[in-house]
């Protein structure tokens, strides 16, 4: 069993890591330990107490760190509604290491995330195995009543459809790119910064819709969807360029 360490040097093993995440996410949807405590004893089938709930996010601090069971983790994806995945993120300040019993120093916090999300090696076997859920990917999912987080009307906010729609390669793709600008442009100039700061974020902007503009539709998508696609949208262009204009055209262009 991989050593904790404490909180002050951000050093923590897989558990701490979804204990820290575990507290992040209470905080992200609003949920006091007693009402996670609820949601967990349901899913669980086991009793949590908001005592337990405390502990188990003070295992961050190397004291009784629990040992998270992989029921516990999908009780915790269903109870925030989360994917499992967002509990093994690393903090985001960077700081510290993922401790583990094999390398003596842990491991930097990026190969986490590689063993969290994968890497490009990686692609070709899930793209495979997904192939096989290819009609639920495509279909939104309806989750159980449960799973909501509506009973309250402090989360009317996050009440909705019961319908869970997969994420697609391209939405991961439009969710990265995402987050690249927003790092690039967080950094904004204001009033009184200089001209080489605004430019510097400009071009970093620019880098990131370069990388993003590398990449060809079929890395993400099966190209025969492409091919589709582009069949589909072409009779429609033509009948756009054929069709007479309106009397609103017309008085628009007079």
């Not at 903090?91 to 401790?99: A, H, R, T, Y």
């Not at 600008?181 to 370069?210: I, K, S």
Request: hydrophobic content about 45%.
């Amino acid at each position: 069993m991989a050593r904790a360490r404490a909180q002050g040097d951000r050093s923590w093993n897989a558990s701490q890591v979804v204990a820290h995440n575990l507290a992040r996410a209470r905080e992200l949807r609003r949920l006091t330990q007693t009402e996670v405590a609820e949601r967990l004893s349901k899913f669980t089938g086991s009793k949590w107490s908001q005592a337990t709930v405390a502990q188990a996010e003070g295992s961050v601090a190397g004291q009784r760190v629990r040992q998270f069971t992989a029921n516990e983790l999908v009780a915790l994806a269903r109870t925030f509604d989360l994917p499992v995945l967002f509990f093994f993120l690393p903090p985001d300040d960077g700081e510290g290491q993922l401790v583990t019993d094999d390398a003596e120093g842990g491991l930097p916090w990026e190969y986490l995330l590689v063993l969290a999300l994968g890497h490009r090696g990686n692609f070709a076997v899930l793209a495979e195995r997904a192939a096989n859920w290819e009609h639920v990917l495509r279909a939104a999912v309806e989750a159980p009543p449960g799973d909501n987080l509506d009973d309250d009307d402090r989360l009317a906010a996050l009440a909705g459809a019961r319908l869970r729609t997969p994420l697609l390669p391209e939405d991961v793709l439009a969710a990265a790119f995402h987050g690249l600008a927003a790092r690039r442009m967080r950094g904004a100039p204001r009033r009184g910064d200089d001209v080489a700061t605004f430019a510097e974020n400009l071009r970093g902007l620019a880098d990131a819709l370069n990388a993003f503009n590398n990449y060809r539709p079929g890395t993400f998508l099966d190209p025969q969807v492409v091919d589709d696609l582009a069949a589909k949208r072409r009779p429609a262009a033509k009948r756009r360029r054929r069709a007479p204009a309106t009397d609103a055209q017309e008085v628009d262009d007079e």
